[in-house]
Nanobody, 121 residues
Framework: VQLQASGGGLVQAGTSLTLSCAAS????????RGWFRQAPGKERQFVAA??????YYADSVKGRFTISGDNAKNTVYLQMNNLKPEDTAVYYC?????????????????WGQGTLVTVSS
């Protein structure tokens, strides 16, 4: 199983960016796909997740970020609007066969390589 994240870059505050995460090797239609981020010197934190039950967001991104999935392409997206400098981090996509605890990084078995998002003020 491989997860390939893409779409990161350098953007100005207030603008938008969309990240993609393509999975290969298996599907996760009954599991959960998520995004986490890690800023320098900080722990990896939950950002958003999607499964058959619902979508989930960290409070810090609620109302600005939207997670969506395309089962046919085995790909999830993270639409990020109104970006802020504090959103700067390496963003990792992840997947698990479980639909439990979608915000807990310890429940994710598969991880992508990360894509850097830098938001300038």
């Amino acid at each position: 199983v491989q997860l390939q994240a893409s779409g990161g870059g350098l953007v100005q505050a207030g603008t938008s960016l969309t990240l993609s995460c393509a999975a290969s090797g298996r599907t996760f239609n009954s599991g959960t796909r998520g995004w986490f981020r890690q800023a320098p010197g900080k722990e990896r934190q939950f950002v958003a997740a999607i499964n058959w039950r619902s979508t989930y967001y960290a409070d810090s991104v609620k109302g600005r970020f939207t997670i969506s999935g395309d089962n046919a392409k085995n790909t999830v997206y993270l639409q990020m609007n109104n970006l802020k400098p504090e959103d700067t981090a390496v963003y990792y996509c992840a997947a698990t066969l479980s639909d439990l605890y979608p915000t807990n990084r310890n429940w994710y078995n598969y991880w992508g390589q990360g894509t850097l998002v830098t938001v300038s003020s």
